[in-house]
C-alpha cells in the first residue's frame, strides 16, 4: 500500500508536508497548484510552492514531493511541467479536481470535468513533454454536477498517458459532504488500465479499510483526515494508536515557530484556524482552544494561547 499526501491549498503548505512526513507513513507528496495561464513561469514560483526542489525533491525525511499544476492550455502546461521536473520535481501532477469558484470561473480544475476532450490533450501534450522517466499523475472528481462523463474522462486520461490517477470520490457539486462514493471507483477501476488512488472521506483506519474493500484500490490519497489526526498514515499501515493531544501540541508549537519565521506571520493565523478546524474533530481539546483561538488575529497572541494550553497540561500532570 502507498500512502499520499494531498494537496490543499492554503493549508498543506512545505512546513506541513515537513512536519507530517516526519511523522512518517507517506510515500509521496503533492503541492498545492501552481497556477498556469500563458507563459513559463520563473523558477522563483516553483520554489516558493515547492522548496523542496531544493534538496533534491524531497522532505527532510526524504518523502518525494511532486508538484502539481493546474490550468487549462496544454502547451502552457506542458512548458510549465518540463520546467518543474528540470527544477527537481519527481514527476508532474495535474489538477482536474479542485472545487473552488475563483479556479473554476477561470477554466481550472473541476470544471474540466465537463470537457473530456481537454482532459485528453491536456494530460497527452504533458506526457509528450516530459521525459519518461518521470511520472506524469492526475487528480479528478467523479465529475462536475454529476458521473454523466465520469467513466469517459478517466478513460481519456489513460489514453493520453497518465501514469496514475487519483479520484476523490465525489462530484465538484457534492463538495466535501459524506458520503465518498468509493465503489465509483471500482467502476472506474474496470474501464481502464492505470494504476488509481482512491481518496476522499478517509478519517481513521477502518475507514482506509473500508475504502480499500470498496474501491478495490490498496493506494489511498489522505487530505483533511491527515490534518484531524497527525499519525494518521501510522494508524493505517501500523495499526499504530491515535498520537496523543500533549504530542499534537507540541506540533502546533513546532509548526507555529516554522510558520511564523518563514513568512513573517503573513498566513500563520489562517493557517492554524483551519489546522485547528479539523483537529478539533478528532480532539476534544481542540474544540475547546478552537473556540477562543478563532477571534484571534495576531500571531503572539495564537502563542501566548498554545503556550497556556501547555502550562495547563504540566501542571496538571504534576498534580
Not at 499520499?4 to 510515500?27: C, F, K, N, W
Not at 519527481?90 to 475563483?102: I, M
Not at 458521473?147 to 478517466?154: E, P
Not at 516554522?258 to 492554524?272: L, M
Request: net charge positive; glycine share 6%; proline share 5%.
Amino acid at each position: 500500500m502507498q500512502i499520499v499526501l494531498a494537496p490543499m491549498e492554503g493549508v498543506v503548505d512545505h512546513l506541513m508536508r515537513e512536519m507530517l512526513t516526519q511523522i512518517g507513513g507517506y510515500d509521496l507528496c503533492i503541492t498545492e497548484f501552481i497556477r498556469i495561464v500563458d507563459q513559463c513561469l520563473p523558477a522563483r514560483v516553483f520554489h516558493r510552492i515547492c522548496p523542496e526542489l531544493l534538496q533534491g525533491g524531497k522532505t527532510r525525511a526524504g518523502t518525494p514531493v511532486r508538484v502539481q499544476l493546474l490550468g487549462q492550455e496544454p502547451n502552457w502546461l506542458a512548458e510549465n511541467a518540463v520546467r518543474a521536473v528540470e527544477l527537481g520535481s519527481p514527476g508532474v501532477d495535474l489538477n482536474f479536481g479542485c472545487p473552488a469558484k475563483a479556479v473554476n470561473k477561470s477554466r481550472g480544475g473541476a470544471v474540466l470535468l465537463k470537457e473530456t476532450e481537454t482532459l485528453y490533450q491536456i494530460v497527452k501534450a504533458v506526457r509528450d513533454a516530459v521525459p519518461t522517466a518521470y511520472p506524469v499523475s492526475a487528480k479528478i472528481r467523479l465529475g462536475y454536477d454529476d458521473t454523466s462523463l465520469t467513466l469517459a474522462n478517466a478513460e481519456a486520461i489513460c489514453a493520453a498517458g497518465a501514469s496514475s490517477l487519483t479520484v476523490h470520490a465525489r462530484t465538484k457539486s457534492d463538495g466535501y459532504r459524506p458520503p465518498a462514493y468509493w465503489p465509483w471507483i471500482a467502476r472506474i477501476k474496470q474501464h481502464i488500465t492505470t494504476p488509481i488512488i482512491a481518496n476522499g472521506e478517509i478519517w481513521t483506519a477502518a475507514d482506509a479499510t473500508l475504502c480499500q474493500q470498496q474501491s478495490t484500490c490498496q493506494d489511498i490519497m489522505l487530505g483533511r483526515g491527515a490534518l484531524a489526526m497527525p499519525n494518521l498514515a501510522h494508524t493505517i499501515k501500523q495499526g499504530s494508536v491515535v498520537m496523543p493531544w500533549p504530542q499534537v501540541l507540541e506540533l502546533l508549537m513546532h509548526y507555529s515557530e516554522f510558520e511564523i519565521a518563514g513568512d513573517k506571520g503573513k498566513y500563520y493565523a489562517n493557517r492554524v484556524k483551519q489546522w485547528f478546524s479539523y483537529l478539533k474533530l478528532q480532539y476534544p481539546a481542540a474544540a475547546r482552544l478552537f473556540q477562543q483561538l478563532r477571534v484571534l488575529t495576531k500571531s503572539h497572541d495564537i502563542l501566548a494561547l498554545l503556550n497556556a494550553e501547555r502550562a495547563n497540561m504540566a501542571r496538571s500532570k504534576s498534580c
